[in-house]
């Protein structure tokens, strides 16, 4: 009878441990994916209509598309492209995960529009479209490093950069 009584002890005592060990949750994993991004690179004017000039693509939970109409966004509209030419499901994979949990909330609670210094001539800009069940929100985000951004934006921008480049080749 002991011996059932320590095994039980012991089981409880398991039991209860486990409880109190329980993973603390982490709040990234708690932020809502959105259902599409839109992202991309384009140069202002000086760029010569060139197919570099402008990189946009759209994302959503099964694919990847990249924009064939080439034409720049502008910062107080929304980017209506045509998203015709799927990509690898290797590459919606890799860009997902870069930008699953590093979408800054310094951006997300920021007005749709521009964001940085003001265009000049043959500058590099991002556009980033943001969409979830509740919320549609654009940026045109400066390019220029030149630090009126901040540290938050500036990583940001340099993982639109990788992710624009592992979608364009």
Same mark, same amino acid.
């Given at each position: 009878?002991?011996?059932?009584?320590?095994? #039980?002890?012991?089981?409880?005592?398991?039991?209860?441990?486990?409880?109190?060990?329980?993973?603390?949750?982490?709040?990234?994993?708690?932020?809502?994916?959105?259902?599409?991004?839109? @992202?991309?690179? @384009?140069?202002?004017?000086?760029? #010569?209509?060139?197919?570099?000039?402008?990189?946009?693509? !759209?994302?959503?939970?099964?694919?990847? !598309?990249? =924009?064939?109409?080439? =034409?720049?966004?502008?910062?107080?509209?929304?980017? =209506?492209?045509?998203?015709?030419?799927?990509?690898?499901?290797?590459?919606?994979?890799?860009?997902?995960?870069?930008? !699953?949990?590093?979408?800054?909330?310094?951006?997300?609670?920021?007005?749709?529009?521009?964001?940085?210094?003001?265009?000049?001539?043959?500058?590099?800009?991002?556009? @980033?479209?943001?969409?979830?069940a509740t919320r549609h929100s654009y940026?045109?985000? =400066?390019?220029? @490093?030149?630090?009126?951004?901040?540290?938050?934006?500036?990583?940001?921008?340099?993982?639109?950069?990788?992710?624009?480049?592992?979608?364009?080749?």
């Open positions: 009878m002991k011996k059932q009584l320590r095994y #039980f002890s012991l089981y409880v005592l398991i039991t209860a441990i486990s409880w109190s060990c329980e993973k603390e949750k982490n709040p990234a994993d708690s932020t809502e994916f959105p259902e599409v991004i839109v @992202f991309g690179r @384009f140069v202002t004017p000086g760029c #010569f209509d060139n197919e570099a000039c402008v990189e946009l693509f !759209r994302m959503d939970a099964s694919s990847l !598309r990249e =924009d064939v109409n080439d =034409d720049s966004p502008v910062a107080g509209e929304w980017y =209506d492209g045509n998203y015709a030419t799927t990509l690898s499901k290797e590459d919606h994979a890799s860009i997902e995960q870069m930008l !699953r949990n590093n979408i800054p909330q310094g951006l997300l609670q920021r007005e749709n529009g521009f964001v940085g210094t003001s265009p000049t001539w043959n500058t590099q800009y991002f556009y @980033f479209e943001y969409k979830t940026w045109v985000l =400066d390019g220029s @490093f030149d630090g009126n951004l901040g540290q938050e934006l500036t990583t940001f921008i340099n993982t639109l950069s990788v992710a624009v480049n592992t979608a364009s080749f």
